[in-house]
Each structure stands twice: as structure tokens, then as C-alpha cells.
């Protein structure tokens, strides 16, 4: 048979030295728990701000598509539904007049009309009545098609109108998201600097501070002449607005986003331009090489678009560049140049 033998009892220094162990790891479980999070460094931290400063400016630009096509849909909806009324109105009177040319008919035509002329004392007032029978039959049936075209107009305008109200609504819900996507955004980038000591917040204000020099009308802009005349007013409108800041959203004049300053450039110089960066990136001819741009001519950053500018000369655009910025003369070369528009 087998033997069964006891374990044998740990002896006291086994004990103390698996005591000991156990101990300093939970001690250095501890530490590592109740460590503070490393700090950033301040080109990290910049970097990721920017990054977030990029992101809210993405959401604003569709934030600002979507408020233009509010607006839009606002209007459109409401010229709809004042056209329902008064489709409706007529197709009400439409409807009252055939009632009455159909009662005006029974009175006079409520038996056999050959029965009639039988009866008749008068066969020449029967004969003039007859004719009028037949002018109310024709009324009649002329008054049924306005009915029915009117009918299908009234029909189809609530269908178009049904239709707006649902785009309007969807619309409202998009604008909600975008500006709750560009305030966490902001948010975050400001929790960031938070997150800096007091000396790396003097640094990156340094930074900022020598780059809102460039906000200066003493910039040299070199020799570049304006690309048009508009294009040159423009441009010489969005020189006023130097070292105004930037605000998403904003369309002057106390405040700017990149495509709310040069509509309101181009607005001042008497030209219409579309609101976000992605339609202004469409509204004139393309231009792909930065050697060919003049004064005033838009200037498109990005692969998606969503930042715009106006080229001001010697490889310097002016434009209204993120959150915390105001309005500022930058080389082109620290953004990625996609193309220029001229308008």
C-alpha cells in the first residue's frame, strides 16, 4: 500500500522571507498607483493641442455648413407652408364654385329634357334654357380639372414641404453635434495646457506671442500684385481685421473663423462667396501652383479642406488660424498647401 506523509510545516525563515516579498510588492503596487502621471513636455503638448485645435476646426467648418443650410431650409420651409395656404384656399373656392354650378344644374335640369320640351308652353324659352344647361355642363367639367390639377399642386407642395420640415429638423440635429464636437474639442485642448506647469504655459505662450507678432502691418509682403481688382480689395478689407481673434463660428466683424474672414473680405469688396472653406475651395478656377498666386486669391490648406486663407505675398497667408489666435500674416509652408482659388 501506499504511504501517506505529511507535508512538511514551513519552517520560520521560509515564512519571513514570502512575508517580506508579498510586503514590498504591495508597497510597490502602491507607489506605482498613487504615482502622478508624467508631464508633458511642451513640444508634445503643443502638438497634441494643435491636433485638437485641427479637429474643432474641422467640426466648426461643418458646423457652419450645416447653419447655412438651416437658414436656408428655414426660409424654404416657410415659403412652402405659405404656399400650402394658399393652395389650400383655393382649392376651397375651387371646390364652393363647382357646388354651385352643380346645384344651379339640378334646378334646372331634373328631368328628361325631351320631357321637358313635351311639356313646355314655350318651346323657344326651353330651347334657350337648354343651351344654358349645356354652357353649365361645360362650366362644370372645366371647373373639375382646375379641381383636380389644383388637387395634385396642393399634394405635391405638402409633400415638398413634409419633406423640408424633416430635412430642417435632421439639419438642427447635426448643427447640435457639430458645435458639441468643437466645444470638447476646445475643451480638451484647454484641459491640456491645464495639465502643464506654470513654466512649459510661459513657453507655448512665447511661442503664441511670437507668432501673433506676425499680426503686424509691418510684414514684408514683397513685390505681389492682386490677383483681380476684387481679389485686391478683399484682401486690402482683410488687413482691417489684423489681430482680431478667432472664434469659431464667427463671421466679423469683431471676431473671425478662417472662411467667416474672407467671405466678409470678399463680402466688402462686393462679391458673394460661398460660407465654409469646402465651398470656397469650388468657387472659382484652381490654381495648383503657389508661384502663380496673387494678392487676394483664396488659399486652400488641407486634404479635406477645412482651413482657408488669403495669399498676401512673399509665401505669407493672412488668415485667421485657430482658437486662442487672432488674425495673422503665417508662411504658407506651416500649413499643407493643397491649392489656390481665384475668384
Given amino acids: 500500500m501506499a504511504s501517506h506523509r505529511r507535508p512538511k510545516p514551513a519552517t520560520r525563515t521560509r515564512v519571513t522571507v514570502l512575508t517580506a516579498t508579498a510586503a514590498a510588492a504591495v508597497a510597490l503596487s502602491a507607489q506605482a498607483a498613487n504615482a502622478a502621471p508624467a508631464k508633458p513636455t511642451v513640444k508634445d503638448a503643443k502638438a497634441k493641442v494643435d491636433a485638437l485645435y485641427t479637429q474643432a476646426e474641422q467640426a466648426t467648418e461643418k458646423l457652419d455648413a450645416a447653419s447655412e443650410k ?6 424654404d420651409a416657410s415659403s412652402l407652408q405659405d404656399q400650402v395656404a394658399r393652395q389650400q384656399q383655393h382649392l376651397n373656392q375651387l371646390r364652393d364654385g363647382l357646388g354651385t354650378l352643380a346645384a344651379s344644374q339640378y334646378r334646372n335640369g331634373g ?18 334654357q337648354a343651351t344654358t344647361m349645356d354652357q353649365l355642363s ?3 367639367v372645366g371647373a373639375l380639372d382646375q379641381l383636380q390639377d389644383a388637387k395634385r399642386t396642393l399634394d405635391q407642395s405638402r409633400a415638398e414641404a413634409t ?3 424633416a430635412e430642417l429638423q435632421s439639419t438642427r440635429a447635426e448643427l447640435a453635434k457639430r458645435k458639441n464636437e468643437a466645444k470638447e474639442k476646445l475643451s480638451q485642448a484647454q484641459a491640456v495646457l491645464n495639465s502643464l506647469t506654470a513654466q ?5 505662450a512665447q511661442q503664441d506671442a511670437l507668432a501673433a507678432s506676425r499680426a503686424s502691418s509691418r510684414v514684408n509682403l514683397g513685390n505681389a500684385v492682386p490677383a483681380t ?10 488687413q482691417n481685421e489684423l489681430g482680431k481673434p478667432y472664434v469659431y463660428g464667427a463671421t466679423g466683424p469683431g471676431s473671425f473663423d478662417c472662411s467667416g474672414l474672407t467671405s466678409y473680405a470678399y463680402a466688402q469688396a462686393g462679391v458673394s462667396i460661398p460660407r465654409t ?3 470656397q475651395a469650388n468657387a472659382g478656377t484652381r490654381i495648383y501652383s503657389a508661384s502663380q498666386l ?3 486669391d483664396l488659399v486652400i490648406f488641407y486634404g479635406d479642406y477645412h482651413h482657408v486663407g488669403l495669399y498676401a505675398g512673399n509665401g505669407l497667408v493672412l488668415h485667421a488660424p485657430k482658437p486662442g489666435a487672432v488674425v495673422r500674416y503665417e508662411s504658407m509652408n506651416d500649413m499643407p498647401f493643397e491649392f489656390g482659388v481665384r475668384i
Wanted: no cysteine; net charge positive; glycine share 6%.
Fill in 229 to 238: 481688382q476684387r481679389a485686391g480689395a478683399a484682401f486690402a478689407a482683410a
Fill in 200 to 204: 512649459q504655459r510661459a513657453q507655448i
Fill in 138 to 140: 361645360s362650366l362644370q
Fill in 277 to 279: 472653406s469646402q465651398e
Fill in 294 to 296: 496673387g494678392v487676394g
Fill in 163 to 165: 419633406s423640408k420640415l
Fill in 111 to 128: 328631368i328628361d329634357p325631351m320631357l321637358q320640351l313635351f311639356l313646355s308652353a314655350n318651346p323657344d324659352t326651353y330651347l334657350q
Fill in 70 to 75: 438651416l437658414t436656408t431650409l428655414q426660409k
